[in-house]
Antibody, heavy 119, light 111 residues
Framework: QLQLQESGPGLVKPSETLSLTCTVS??????????WGWIRQPPGKGLEWIGT???????NYNPSLKSRLNISIDTSKNQFSLKLSSVTAADTAVYYC???????????WGQGTLVTVSS | QSALTQPASVSGSPGQSITISCTGT?????????VSWYQQHPGKAPKLLIY???KRPSGVSNRFSGSKSGNTASLTISGLQAEDEADYHC???????????FGGGTKLTVL
């Protein structure tokens, strides 16, 4: 059974870098049929796609976040990671990792982790 | 790229049917059959209900169905049940610059 679990600090200071890791079990992240993505949800608001990474090493990013964003895969640990730099209060959200099928849909989701940006 | 437009809230009584709309543009919903719908209960992760406009993943009740006409996609829930009370989000592929957009979400209340 495919499972995903987010981990990382729950509190990040403004202007610093938000770093999260998603640990995948039940399937290899290097399987070419699987894409891996991050999606966030500010408190009380809708979902926002952050970006998707592929086993080949390529990535697609939300244009509004692209300049601050890096998503990568670590096949040795069966994980993929998110780094978002120069954060502000607007980046406060629940961050979800998910398996994506192309850029069509997300069928497996982690439970989500709340990241608060505050000094 | 603006978010897809969904009604903020809809409501219905048990046993009734309701439809949630998701309006985009000719650059996203209107151009691609890659609309998906998610159900989200409070404090929980979203759950995939519909993908590629009309397809249901294994295990999702056939009370949930999807459709699309022009730039607007729709989710219909028939035979409303109390456990259907949740937030519903639509999403669409939006091409090779924007890639993926979501709607603002719709809160369904079962009266």
């Amino acid at each position: 059974q495919l499972q995903l679990q987010e981990s990382g600090p729950g509190l990040v200071k403004p202007s610093e870098t938000l770093s999260l890791t998603c640990t995948v079990s039940g399937v290899s992240v290097s399987n070419s049929n699987n894409y891996w993505g991050w999606i966030r949800q500010p408190p009380g608001k809708g979902l926002e796609w952050i970006g998707t990474t592929y086993p080949s090493g390529g990535s697609n990013y939300n244009p509004s976040l692209k300049s601050r964003l890096n998503i990568s895969i670590d096949t040795s640990k069966n994980q993929f990671s998110l780094k978002l730099s120069s954060v502000t209060a607007a980046d406060t959200a629940v961050y979800y990792c998910a398996r994506r099928t192309g850029e069509s849909y997300s069928d497996y989701w982690g439970q989500g982790t709340l990241v608060t940006v505050s000094s | 790229q603006s978010a897809l437009t969904q009604p903020a809230s809809v409501s219905g009584s048990p046993g009734q049917s309701i439809t949630i709309s998701c309006t985009g543009t000719s650059s996203d919903v209107g151009s691609y059959n890659r609309v998906s719908w998610y159900q989200q209960h409070p404090g929980k992760a979203p759950k995939l209900l519909i993908y590629e406009v009309t397809k249901r993943p294994s295990g999702v009740s056939n009370r949930f169905s999807g459709s699309k006409s022009g730039n607007t996609a729709s989710l219909t829930i028939s035979g409303l049940q109390a456990e259907d009370e949740a937030d519903y989000h639509c999403s669409s592929y939006a091409g090779t610059t924007t890639f993926v957009i979501f709607g603002g979400g719709t809160k369904l209340t079962v009266l």
